[in-house]
């Protein structure tokens, strides 16, 4: 008959032991591999470049140099052209108002030659002036109402008083220099002096 394995016996002492301890189970290799590397990992070292990466990173940043470069260009020209465009708008629009005022002149310059009378000159300067209202008026420029009209400071710039009974108070009395508005838009304002009633303050 074959012989019996022996049968190994613990004592009472070493059994309880082990029932008080689980068991602890060592990792693979293969675990320890994997565990090792992602700490590497998490750690945040640097992993090598290879030239073919390095090259591809070099020709995408110069791609990026050469379109930035690309758009500052870009970008430069369309200011210019801005800016010509806003000129010539500019010449256009002045061009227009002096070529209105250019047969004024011509009368000027008439008067400023002849040999005419006083009133003659007198005669021909308001013809002048009228003339100048016409463009204004094709420009849609209009004079501020002063004398006889109410007092408005966002039209008149009072200079001072006078005193008179044949025009209500607070009313214009003497226009120093006319105002003028484009449309709607104060141009400059009328230089005036305000008309003092002592009768209509005293009712």
């Given at each position: ?31 320890n591999q994997a565990a090792s ?167």
């Open positions: 008959m074959p012989e019996q394995e022996p049968e190994l016996t613990l004592s009472k002492e070493a059994s309880a032991a082990l029932a008080g301890h689980s068991v602890i189970e060592m990792p693979a290799p293969e675990a590397q992602k700490t590497g990992e998490e750690a945040g070292e640097a992993q090598p470049v290879t030239r073919e990466q390095f090259d591809q990173l070099k020709a995408e940043r110069d791609q990026l140099l050469d379109r930035l470069a690309r758009l500052q260009a870009e970008f430069e020209n369309a200011r210019k052209r801005s800016e010509r465009g806003r000129a010539a708008d500019r010449d256009y629009a002045v061009g227009s108002v002096v070529e209105k005022f250019l047969p004024v002149m011509d009368h000027f310059e008439l008067a400023l030659k002849s040999d005419s009378t006083a009133e003659q000159l007198r005669s021909g300067v308001e013809i002048i002036v009228k003339q100048m209202e016409d463009v204004l008026r094709q420009l849609n420029v209009t004079a501020i109402p002063a004398v006889g009209a109410e007092f408005d400071p966002h039209h008149h710039e009072a200079l001072g008083t006078v005193e008179r009974q044949d025009l209500p108070d607070q009313h214009v009395a003497e226009e120093i220099r006319r105002g003028y508005k484009l449309r709607d838009r104060l141009l400059r304002p009328a230089l005036v002096r305000i008309n003092s009633n002592p009768k209509q303050k005293s009712e």
